[in-house]
């Protein structure tokens, strides 16, 4: 998710391209633009910093372009992503502001970020955390994901300890690591894998990755609170904040 130096560099010097072309292309000769670019090139060389402003200002562009379209999409899909009829939520269900997860059993930063929520929820009384599961890390996470299904269609009562465990542990997440935490609260394997079977919850996968699309989520773990997404493991301190804001002025960012 984070672009290398080379990269930066790279789209920097792209932009600049994009600056002078039409001028070169419409006011200069072939001599003068050879001399313009000279120019330019010996300019930038004694001023590299210029390229890392413009870097700035694109990334800046690019995240008010990608926050635009995911407030609009929060607003076209509001009840799909807040209270989604196969989501089930964390803390308080009927609290004042609404903290949705999109996360993957199998990732890495998610697996950080469970201490985030467990902070927000141990803090917070008046919290409603949702959990989106987007299993986007290939075989061993969708599998992961069928028997959390399963787990949630059979005893719902037992999801958040079952998350708990299965996101908290350090092998990786698998449909036999995830029966086994399961087994291990009390559910039957056969009652699992017979779920599994008449009601894989490919729908609701289908609607994960639909909405991570229209919301421009493109890793996990990224969140939903009131009209912005907030994207990667931003921390507790800034959940807080974004939830207090909601409270202040009904929006994440006042």
Not at 160 to 185: M, P, Q, S, Y
Request: include cysteine.
């Amino acid at each position: 998710m984070f672009r290398t130096k080379a990269k930066s560099f790279a789209a920097a010097l792209a932009l600049a391209g994009a600056v002078f072309l039409p001028l070169q292309a419409q006011a200069l000769d072939d001599k003068q633009k050879e001399e313009f670019g000279a120019y330019i090139k010996e300019y930038l060389l004694a001023n590299p910093e210029i390229l890392m402003d413009m870097q700035e200002a694109l990334q800046q562009k690019q995240a008010q372009q990608q926050q635009e379209q995911a407030t609009a999409a929060i607003t076209e899909n509001k009840a799909a992503i807040f209270n989604g009829k196969d989501d089930i939520s964390l803390g308080n269900p009927d609290g004042d502001v609404t903290i949705v997860e999109f996360f993957d059993y199998n990732c890495g930063y998610c697996k950080r970020a469970l201490s985030d929520m467990e902070a927000v929820l141990e803090n917070d009384k008046n919290v409603r955390f949702v959990l989106k599961e987007l299993p986007i890390l290939g075989p061993d996470s969708l599998a992961a994901h069928k028997v959390s299904a399963a787990v949630r269609d059979l005893a719902p009562e037992k999801y958040g300890e079952f998350h708990r465990t299965l996101l908290g542990g350090e092998e990786r997440a698998t449909e036999e690591t995830a029966i086994a935490v399961a087994t291990g609260l009390g559910l039957n394997e056969a009652d699992i894998r017979k779920q599994m079977e008449t009601k894989p919850h490919d729908d609701a996968v289908r609607q994960a990755y639909s909405l991570a699309q229209s919301l421009g989520i493109t890793g996990t773990p990224s969140y939903v609170i009131s009209n912005e997404a907030v994207f990667g493991a931003v921390g507790v301190d800034e959940l807080t904040a974004k939830v207090a804001n909601v409270r202040a002025c009904g929006k994440a960012v006042c």
